[in-house]
Nanobody, 127 residues
Framework: QVQLVESGGGLVQAGGSLRLSCAAS????????MAWFRQAPGKEREFVAA????????FHADAVKGRFTISRGNARNTVHLQMSSLKPEDTAVYYC????????????????????WGQGTQVTVSS
């Protein structure tokens, strides 16, 4: 049973930075593809960033490109999301997701591609 736990959310002023982390337990055989999604109040969950198991393939949504960076941690199946130049529209619950494959599919931006999800961590950006 794979479980994902996110951490690092909080309240920050516009222009500030936060670093989210996600750790997977029960997934120790290999490095799997992982991703971040977010859901703002009243909106659908949307793709933020994804990274392959090797870390060699990375994608960011246009809305966060140049401001957010996804990376793999040193421990197996950990992933970080460094968020800079935060805007009020970045306010959302951020979810970590894991795909039980090492590679990223061409549909990496679709929720259905991911097998496991965390509970989410709230990020609030004040203006």
């Amino acid at each position: 049973q794979v479980q994902l736990v996110e951490s690092g959310g909080g309240l920050v002023q516009a222009g500030g930075s936060l670093r989210l982390s996600c750790a997977a337990s029960g997934a120790t055989f290999r490095d799997y593809a992982m991703a971040w999604f977010r859901q703002a109040p009243g909106k659908e969950r949307e793709f933020v960033a994804a990274i392959s198991g090797s870390g060699g393939r990375i994608f960011h949504a246009d809305a966060v490109k140049g401001r957010f960076t996804i990376s793999r941690g040193n421990a197996r199946n950990t992933v970080h999301l460094q968020m800079s130049s935060l805007k009020p529209e970045d306010t959302a619950v951020y979810y970590c997701a894991l795909d039980l494959r090492r590679y990223l599919s061409d549909s990496y931006y679709k929720q259905a591609e991911y097998d496991c999800w965390g509970q989410g961590t709230q990020v609030t950006v004040s203006s």
